[in-house]
Structures are given as structure tokens and as C-alpha cells.
């Protein structure tokens, strides 16, 4: 298996929005453990293979995601929000009509969303029945856990 350029970014954008401290990894060829730096704003790298020990500092990816908070909902509506972190889709496939647009009517396990993350498409349930008021990730866009993906009208 050979992990690309992008894929080690996003690894490192993952363990950077989470809680963890530390990243063990073991594989035939190489073991290598990375951990965050005590004062928390980058990676440290100990990779060893066939014998040898290298180590390397990594530096913190920030999420270059310049979007502003969402302004405060009209009351009475419910927000939804991302339950993890990674690249949000509203359709099924590429090309495919969306899950939810404007205007649709859905129920508490209408799926409203795919999100993927490390190449696993992950279902969004909606979490709650009524109409769709308001889309505010865009498609293929990278999300954070708790940011806001839609609001919802409540039946």
C-alpha cells in the first residue's frame, strides 16, 4: 500500500482536529509513531525501518476552510450539523440529483448527506422531520464536527 502526498496531509488534518495525542503505526515494512508536540502546534515523527530510527518534526496543517460562522437561525428552526469531520456531498455520486434540496420534505432517517472521510462514504441521517429551509456546506467542501451543514423547519 502506498499512501500519496494527499492522503498523508489528510491524516495529519484528522489527527490535528482531534483529541488524540498520539498516533502508533505498524506495518511490515516500517513501524512509525507520531505525537503531538507539548506545545500543541505540531507532529513529531519516530519512523523506523529495517533497523534504523529517523526522526522528524512535522508541521500543524490548518484547515485552510476560510468560512465565516453561520449567522444565527430564525427561531423555531433546528440546525444539523456534521458529526464528523471530512468532505461533505449532497449527492449520492457525482452527477446524481442531491439527497435534499431547498424546499424538501423529510423524516428523522431520510439521509440528507454523505460525508467522507479517509475514502469511507459515511450516511447523514437527518435527525429530525420537517422541510429543508436552508443548505449551508457546499458540495465536495471539507466540514469540521459541529459545523453546520442545513436548518430545518420542524413538522
Sequence with gaps: MSLS???VQEILRL???SDYDELNLETERF???ITRSQDGKGWTQEKQTSGSTQEAS???IKP???REEAAPSEEGLVDIRAPIVGTFY?????GADPFVDIGTTIEDGTVIAIIEVMKLMNSIPAGVSGEVIEI???DAQFV????LLMRVRPA
Design 144 to 147: 469540521e464536527k459541529g459545523q
Design 15 to 17: 489527527l490535528d482536529e
Design 90 to 94: 449532497r449527492a449520492p455520486k457525482p
Design 136 to 138: 449551508l456546506a457546499e
Design 58 to 60: 512535522i508541521a500543524a
Design 64 to 66: 485552510t476552510d476560510s
Design 31 to 33: 513501524k512509525l509513531r
Design 5 to 7: 502526498h494527499e492522503d
